[in-house]
């Protein structure tokens, strides 16, 4: 049984957001990069008290929603739901869908508001120990007007307005009733579940909203968004170093590629130090550590093991906090065998590994002219830089 659940309604068809004529709903437009639902649902995902999320999408998008998730790592985000023709229609799709897991509370957001804080998601989550509904939102400011045929008719009153935001929380058994008793009574023409919640008769508890946490709703406010994303973007930057020596063999391992050589390199795994350094590296610039706390030398299993294994599990590690790797600096130091001939295959294969273009990948050698172990040719080292976006 989940206690807190995540409602993300997406279903909308609205394109007046999109940059260009025929784009996709805004919810699928891209934003730094990723599409505006990839943000919202990370949001939710980042926050350590829900239990699980559910997406509604209209059933056109199937495809657009598993690109959108496709770097998305979470048991916690469930399978879909089609909605329906209007936003009521959808949430009750998506509540129709929670049922069965039985949450205590759900938390229904807009799929076009990818700027909710985990604070926020976690006030309303905790207001609901208190009371039976929440809902985000702020005093209106501005002066508001009643407009007819573009002449104002009325100044209105603005002492007790609030612009309502979500998400929105609920009582699961309250909402679920009350979306019942709405389709039953034939009543459709509800905004929001606020406002079918205080139709059915619970007390709506308003607590402060952000203004961060807007509806994507007009081009200009995705150039807002780009500028708040630039604003949170946390850079992090590890090094890693690695050293191996030789031993008698006939090929090295460097960055995946096989290098016929009258050695190879001598190690638990095998051996290859570039891409060990680059996973040091990230899990560096993680704060997790290196290779031995995640994959010890003592552990049988990991023996001539090929080191991609432990490059993607560093990459999965920034992809579950929601973070990318915008590129990777590798320096091979080695007398020999020449590294020139094999850079742009190791780039590429790092590039493979890592999902990333292969620009984002540098690979680079130097001798240490003759000086040390790698100058008397006893074995390789490697000195890897990693900036992480998070």
Known sequence: MAKNVALIVAAGRGTRASRYEDEAPKQYVHLQGKPVLHHVIQRFLETEQIDHVLTVIHADDEQ??????????????????????????????????????QPQKVLIHDGARPFCSSDLISQVCNGLNQHTAILPALPVSDTLKRVEHNIVSQTLDRSNLWGAQTPQGFLFSDIWSAHKKAKESEKDDFTDDASIAEWFGLDVHVINAQTDNFKITTKDDFEKGERLLNKEVNMRIGNGFDVHEFEPGDEIILCGISIPFDKKLKGHSDADVGLHAITDAIYGALGEGDIGQHFPPSDPQWKGAASDVFLKHAVELVTKRGGKVANIDLTLICEAPKIGPHSLAMRQFIANTMSLEIDQVSVKATTSEGLGFTGRREGIAALASALLLL
Not at 86 to 93: E, K, M, N
Not at 94 to 100: F, V
């Open 64 to 101: 657009a929603y598993e690109q959108a998730t496709s770097n998305i790592d979470s048991e916690r985000l469930l399978a879909p739901v089609f909605g329906g023709a209007t936003r009521q229609q959808s949430v009750y799709a998506g509540l129709a869908a929670l049922e069965s897991h």
